[in-house]
């Protein structure tokens, strides 16, 4: 019999003889399961007179996959709080491109309600094992449907890309368009159909082709190799760091804020020029430039324990956010005007907010004695 509370299982990624043996022997056990899908080539192969249901229906009624597994959330942990529990399965490993179970995970802690997994394969192993490839040094893994909305990638180019759940041509349209802000039309790409069962068959495409591909299914996922290792701001950071290393170059090694201020503004101007001229491959080539100046600042700071260029990034990001309300939040501005207007309205409050700030923190260092006055 099911233990008390939730019991959270794998059922692999689709073909019978990869269910694991203690997912297995378990399943022998019980005497019901609540399946997110039955949609699995997994369940025919079930236990005979084991009693089987499914929250499918859920998926025709709702208008959004996070409405289907909100629903499906509130169900698990009420049926979690029975004396007999309930288990609880999904396909391949219930915490890998899985929404459901770290949700019901975290709530049943909450509540105290006991939660017990037993883990299955996930996707992941029988898709680089169809390409033939190792996921290390460092393979980002994406979710497609999060891809599919975004206007620019969210990994960088000199790293692989491990897309999943492109389920349908119309993901696969979405997903090639956001990658094409980036990779060129002709990135050759592959797509691995049903990794994990007896169909599985990968897909050699250009990137512009896999909407094209009349075998995505709900078991597709889209790899995308890398663009280059010297592609990315992570790639180019590196670089700089390696030109302030004790291996370094003598030059950069012994450059200061102080010294890099005439090349700063030289290449502001050389910017100015290339901007001038219209011509893409200079302006190209200047902004790299001036890109150097900025970076090889936030290293020299992040040794001297000042600021990071994650820090930089991180400033400059809550400042645009914040100050374009009409964008990331509920504010309705009409045109450009209106938009020049509150910007300049925000500006002026941030600097009245960080007067104080500088104020109060004068304030501090006066009463602790810290500092003089006088």
Same mark, same amino acid.
């Given at each position: 019999?099911?233990?008390?509370?939730?019991t959270?299982?794998?059922?692999?990624?689709?073909?019978?003889?990869?269910?694991?043996?203690?997912?297995?022997?378990?399943?022998?056990?019980?005497?019901?399961?609540?399946?997110?899908?039955?949609?699995?080539?997994?369940?025919?192969?079930?236990?005979?007179?084991?009693?089987?249901?499914?929250?499918d229906?859920?998926?025709?009624?709702?208008?959004?996959?996070?409405?289907?597994?909100?629903?499906?959330?509130?169900?698990?942990?009420?049926?979690?709080?029975?004396?007999?529990?309930?288990?609880?399965?999904?396909?391949?490993?219930?915490?890998?491109?899985?929404?459901?179970? $770290?949700?019901?995970?975290?709530?049943?802690?909450?509540?105290?309600?006991?939660?017990?997994?037993?883990?299955?394969?996930?996707?992941?192993?029988?898709?680089?094992?169809?390409?033939?490839?190792?996921?290390? $040094?460092?393979t980002a893994?994406?979710?497609?449907?999060?891809?599919?909305?975004?206007?620019?990638? $969210?990994?960088?180019?000199?790293?692989?890309?491990m897309?999943?759940?492109?389920?349908?041509?119309?993901?696969?349209s979405?997903?090639?368009?956001?990658?094409?802000?980036?990779?060129?039309?002709?990135?050759?790409?592959?797509?691995?159909?049903?990794?994990?069962?007896?169909?599985?068959?990968?897909?050699?495409?250009?990137?512009?082709?896999?909407?094209?591909?009349?075998?995505?299914?709900?078991?597709?996922?889209?790899?995308?190799?890398?663009?280059?290792?010297?592609?990315?701001?992570?790639?180019?950071?590196?670089?700089?760091?390696?030109?302030?290393?004790?291996?370094?170059?003598?030059?950069?090694?012994?450059?200061?804020?102080?010294?890099?201020?005439?090349?700063?503004?030289?290449?502001s101007?050389?910017?100015?020029?290339?901007?001038?001229?219209?011509?893409?491959?200079?302006?190209?080539?200047?902004?790299?430039?001036?890109l150097?100046?900025?970076?090889?600042?936030?290293?020299?700071?992040?040794e001297?324990?000042?600021?990071?260029?994650?820090?930089?990034?991180?400033?400059?990001?809550?400042?645009?956010?914040?100050?374009?309300?009409?964008?990331?939040?509920?504010?309705?501005?009409?045109?450009?005007?209106?938009?020049?207007?509150?910007?300049?309205?925000?500006?002026?409050?941030e600097?009245?907010?960080?007067?104080?700030?500088?104020?109060?923190?004068?304030?501090?260092?006066?009463?602790t004695?810290?500092?003089?006055?006088?």
């Amino acid at each position: 019999m099911n233990e008390n509370g939730i019991t959270l299982l794998g059922l692999g990624p689709g073909d019978p003889l990869l269910l694991t043996r203690q997912a297995w022997q378990f399943l022998q056990t019980i005497p019901e399961i609540y399946l997110r899908t039955n949609q699995h080539l997994v369940v025919p192969s079930l236990p005979s007179g084991l009693k089987v249901h499914s929250f499918d229906d859920l998926y025709e009624k709702s208008n959004s996959f996070e409405a289907v597994y909100d629903q499906i959330i509130d169900k698990v942990l009420e049926l979690g709080r029975r004396p007999e529990g309930v288990v609880y399965a999904v396909p391949g490993h219930p915490f890998v491109a899985e929404a459901t179970a $770290p949700e019901i995970q975290r709530r049943a802690r909450l509540e105290a309600i006991p939660v017990r997994v037993i883990e299955g394969m996930s996707f992941l192993e029988p898709t680089f094992a169809a390409l033939g490839i190792d996921p290390l $040094p460092h393979t980002a893994l994406v979710d497609a449907l999060e891809l599919a909305v975004a206007h620019v990638p $969210p990994f960088p180019a000199s790293a692989p890309a491990m897309i999943a759940q492109i389920h349908s041509q119309s993901v696969a349209s979405d997903v090639k368009l956001t990658l094409m802000e980036v990779y060129p039309d002709e990135h050759p790409v592959k797509l691995i159909h049903a990794a994990g069962t007896t169909g599985c068959m990968v897909e050699s495409l250009k990137l512009f082709e896999i909407d094209r591909s009349p075998h995505v299914a709900q078991l597709t996922t889209l790899y995308v190799p890398a663009l280059g290792t010297d592609t990315s701001m992570e790639a180019f950071q590196e670089v700089i760091a390696h030109l302030r290393a004790p291996d370094g170059c003598p030059w950069d090694k012994k450059q200061t804020h102080d010294s890099l201020r005439p090349y700063l503004l030289e290449e502001s101007y050389e910017v100015l020029a290339a901007l001038d001229s219209r011509d893409p491959a200079e302006m190209c080539e200047e902004f790299g430039d001036l890109l150097l100046q900025i970076v090889l600042h936030a290293q020299i700071a992040s040794e001297e324990g000042e600021y990071t260029l994650q820090d930089v990034l991180r400033t400059v990001n809550t400042k645009i956010v914040r100050r374009h309300p009409h964008v990331f939040g509920n504010l309705q501005l009409t045109d450009a005007d209106a938009v020049l207007k509150n910007w300049e309205r925000l500006k002026a409050d941030e600097r009245e907010t960080n007067g104080k700030l500088i104020r109060n923190g004068l304030a501090g260092w006066v009463s602790t004695g810290r500092i003089s006055m006088g």
